[in-house]
């Protein structure tokens, strides 16, 4: 069990603009860091992982310490985020799985039965040692600028173990959600445990705020989720609520279920590109007009950063602008880092965010001193 205890004595980043505004404050600046902002889109990343398979990158803490790092030295990011994957937290239980270039996770055995959740291993500290050992490296490194870690959350975890790898459909999930519901809990409480004991190791070493990744939760209906995913995504959320760090929600397609998913324990909800920030913040807001303004992460279409100079700086103003309708804004792309996106886009954006955003705050008065929720 995470607690005061176990969390180690924590730089003092009270003036970090990504924890400020995660709090529900205006920082002096919009807060920037991007979903994959280390891995192939870094000519420096392809170098130190030639010939390293991706799972022994990950759980290599020198490596993943030094991955983590470079999008912070060429971008000026306001936050890292721990170099991993979603389904390391399955390899560090035990599970058989490899991650196939080109491919991505394949189950060596899928779970598709009773006796098949019995079966799954059950996550223990020796498992997660290397990736706490590479956030002790990071945090040493990092001085002034937040560390962010993560895990899948039980419903995109459950997907790849019973579909086998990827899927468009999730058809063999769905048939298994609705077909068998008390087999599908008991594998969705079990994978809870997973994502919460792997978060609760990061945070014991030292990252700062943690994200859940529901990456494939889009499929479902909101009915669906409420009933199926809600509750275990909820597990896992509100059992960090002691651990002093903010908790970050995102998934792709989510624009229905972006209520549910703070209902789950997310002090910020990630949106994808499909939904404009102000509209977000609206919909969350009527939801619980009693509780705090809502945070929001996100949305830039990793696509644009394709599309010229002049294109990028038109949506970054847009949503920089519409980003002011929630009570805190992280600025981010909808999705992850496309692979042959040019660096020096990335670093635009972020140039862009600082400059045009200073001037937002400026021109409001806004501090975080006034606005702090």
């Avoid at 040493?140 to 959350?153: K, R, V, Y």
């Avoid at 990793?302 to 980003?323: C, K, N, S, T, Y």
């Amino acid at each position: 069990m995470t607690n005061a205890a176990l969390v180690p004595a924590r730089r003092d980043l009270s003036d970090a603009p990504f924890l400020i505004a995660a709090a529900g404050g205006r920082p002096s600046r919009p807060p920037v860091w991007f979903m994959r902002q280390a891995g192939r889109s870094l000519p420096e990343y392809r170098k130190v992982r030639a010939g390293i398979p991706m799972l022994q990158a990950c759980l290599t803490p020198d490596l993943a310490c030094e991955v983590t790092l470079q999008p912070v030295r060429r971008h000026g990011v306001d936050a890292a985020i721990l170099f991993s994957d979603i389904v390391v937290p399955l390899f560090a239980s035990g599970v058989d799985l490899d991650i196939v270039p080109g491919t991505g996770p394949v189950i060596a055995a899928p779970v598709r039965t009773a006796a098949d959740v019995a079966a799954l291993p059950v996550l223990d500290e020796k498992g997660v040692e290397p990736v706490a050992e590479a956030i002790r490296l990071i945090t040493a490194e990092l001085q002034d600028t937040p560390l962010i870690g993560f895990s899948g959350a039980p419903f995109t975890l459950a997907s790849y173990l019973v579909e086998g790898g990827p899927s468009r459909n999730h058809e063999r999930t769905k048939a298994l959600m609705h077909s068998e519901p008390a087999i599908w809990h008991a594998l969705l409480d079990r994978l809870a445990d997973v994502a919460l004991g792997f978060l609760r190791g990061q945070i014991a070493a030292g990252v700062d705020a943690v994200q859940l990744f529901d990456s494939w939760a889009g499929a479902l209906s909101e009915r669906d989720y409420r009933e199926f995913v809600l509750p275990h995504s909820a597990k896992v959320l509100h059992g960090l609520a002691d651990a002093g760090v903010p908790r970050i929600h995102f998934g792709v397609g989510t624009g229905e279920l972006l209520v549910a998913m703070r209902e789950a324990g997310a002090d910020v909800v990630g949106v994808d590109w499909r939904v404009p920030l102000d509209v977000a913040a609206d919909r969350l807001s009527a939801a619980a007009p009693d509780a705090p303004a809502p945070v929001v992460q996100g949305n830039l279409d990793p696509a644009v950063l394709f599309a010229g100079e002049d294109a990028i700086e038109r949506e970054v103003d847009r949503i920089l602008a519409e980003g002011r309708h929630a009570g805190g804004h992280i600025f981010n792309l909808g999705h992850g880092v496309l692979p042959d996106t040019d660096p020096e886009m990335i670093t635009q954006v972020v140039r862009l965010v600082h400059e045009r955003g200073a001037g937002l705050v400026a021109s409001d008065g806004a501090g975080p001193e006034v606005e702090t929720r």
